[in-house]
């Protein structure tokens, strides 16, 4: 007993912030649980729990003074209030305030007692944004107070808002940060970063910078708050940063503890693959090859990210390192995202490798019945290459001995899978070689610390004879024109893609998009061939009318983003984005990527409907003025961040909390420097920081 009491009480001494939430007052099941869901678990969690912004109700704006797409905080009297029922049911009530000007307050969700308490002369404080509307400005559902009188205070400091959950609000998750804050250790007992590493960088405080951005004093920097400047909040994204280095550097360590099979193979097949090819390599396929072999030969798993931009020729190369596995007497596997993806390949493969004598297995989530049992049983005993999607990693498949994991379009999978296909091959403490094929072209200081886990290679060379795609951008009032040009484009024997987008990307919106396109076109264009493929449509389905266009049976293909991955048709040479504005650079681009693969000239259409933000405007000219990946990426990141680049919504990978890659890549190369100097002399302590910052995540550490 006395021993267990005392072991707990260093570990409070240690570290605090290991308390879980329940040790706060007023915190039962019911509230751990709500806490849980947005991963805080213990004391520190909440610490750590930083403002997704910052609401300014420390003064008043004069109505006259309200600036359009601000936020601000407003105080008047109602002079009108109108119910309406334009399209759906309005309530809009006019304030006005001593400045003599006039705002409009609009709710489309109101309940009738609300609308009760509206009444002429009812003093009200609201906070929103203002926005231009029918007449002059206006606020769509503002928060606000009544008032009894004028004169009532403002907030005093800055209003943090929190990323938060249902059932818990922002008054909740505020006062419970604050009650944790209570418990902050002193400086040194916080502090994770040894001192003299900490000491060359100028920062203050963690323990300071904690307190600043939680509770930021009435004389903050309120604009260096807003645009996350704040020295406080660059303390903070710094150690962010720093820990997420840790993170990919212990977990590349991790990796490479493991043993590989050396795959260096008598370069039979390789040569025989290129040999049978009806082109050569580019130079730069030829020196990522080479980095593969020489990885591929070592005795330790390689951990390799092949960067090129789409049509740069990333499969030949896939192809070419699997058969150095295959030359050792080992089995390769080859996972994409997509059925679509992983069908083409498994064409490519197929095509490329039968002049081999090698027929590579199919497995994928449609793959059922005899056929799935036929496929393992290969897996199991003499398959050399196997092509599929997740369905790989399910249980129940097992490999006889997997040397060559290749991933493509890495971003849509994430560490997480990664590793689990990995493990597949895995035989005791030895596993097979990864290769990530990924047509985002990534920034440099990004990719340092996207994939710190893993080596570079970039394929920086098109093949030869590609023609640059002409991209134009035009209003959807021309829509009609455009399809016009579609149908002299058929005419000319050309094929063209018609992609539908939408912005809520649920699968059956998208579908339906693309039916109401199809059915469009199909009365506009009589008498031509018009495929549709959206994600809704059966595998046999979407083969088909893929399988029609790809023989040029089918002139003009209607498809929602699904085409966006990798789809290899070279004679399409037309490519109509419809509200392109609504799309990333990244996705616009690798959309992009399907024309401009054949001889002939290719031109993309981006339709947009006006009038465009000035960031889509932004996003399409820098599409219409380079079609250079890398380029392109370096504007994407600038103008909307990396989270988005990377893909990692789905993927979670790189979801800060402060830091922001685009504002803080300057402070890369110190992290870097840290983070060196801390794996190598201090490990605890990168321990306790992923921990601290990562919590759950951190399980793959182990890895
Ligand atoms: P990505 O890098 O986008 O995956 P792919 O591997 O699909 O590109 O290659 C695009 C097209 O270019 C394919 O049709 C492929 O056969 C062809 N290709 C690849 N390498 C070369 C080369 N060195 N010369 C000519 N064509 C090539
Ligand atoms: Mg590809």
Known sequence: MPRNLTSTGEQNMADAGLAPVSALPGVGPVLAAALERIGITRIQDLWFHLPLRYEDRTRLT??????????????????????????????????????????????????????????????????????????????????????????????????????????????????????????????????????????????????????????????????????????????????????????????????????????AGDGSLRKALLDALPFALTGAQRRVSAEIAHDLAQAEPMLRLVQGDVGSGKTIVAAWAAMAAVESGFQVALMAPTELLAEQHLRNLAAWLAPLGIEPVWLAGKVKGKARSAALEALARDAQVVVGTHALMQQGVAFRNLGLVIIDEQHRFGVHQRLALRDKGREGARVPHQLVLTATPIPRTLAMTAYADLDVSVIDELPPGRTPVATVALSSARREEVIERIRLACAEGRQVYWVCTLIEETELLEAQAAEVAHAELSSHLQGLEIGLVHGRLKPAEKQKVMDAFRAGRCALLVATTVIEVGVDVPNASLMVIENAERLGLAQLHQLRGRVGRGSQASTCVLLYQPPLSALARERLTAMRETSDGFVIAEKDLQLRGPGELLGTRQTGRLEFRVADLARDASMLPQVQQVGSAMLADHPQSCERLVSRWIGGMARFAGA
């Open 62 to 263: 004069p109505i006259r003074d309200l600036r359009v797409g601000e936020s601000a905080q407003v105080e008047g009297t109602i002079e009108a209030v109108e119910r309406g029922f334009r399209f759906r049911p309005q309530l809009r009530v006019v304030i006005s305030d001593d400045s003599r000007s006039m705002l409009c307050l609009r709710f489309f969700n109101f309940r009738r007692a609300q609308v009760e308490q509206l009444q002429p002369g009812t003093r009200l404080r609201c906070y929103g944004m203002v926005r231009h509307g029918a007449h002059g400005a206006e606020i769509v559902h503002p928060q606000y107070q009544r008032l009894a009188a004028a004169g009532v205070e403002v907030a005093e400091s800055l209003t943090p808002i929190y990323p938060t959950t249902e059932g818990l609000g922002q008054k909740r998750i505020g006062s419970l940060i604050a009650l944790a804050l209570e418990r902050l250790p002193a400086d040194d007992e916080l502090e994770l970063i040894p001192a003299s590493l900490r000491a060359p960088l100028h920062m203050i405080s963690l323990r300071e910078a904690l307190l600043r951005v939680h509770q930021p004093p009435a004389d903050s920097d309120v604009q260096a708050l807003g645009a996350g400047r704040h020295p406080a909040q660059i303390r903070l994204a710094f150690e962010e940063l720093l820990t997420h280095h840790l993170s990919l550097k212990r977990l590349r360590a991790s990796v490479r503890e493991h043993g590989a099979p050396r795959l």
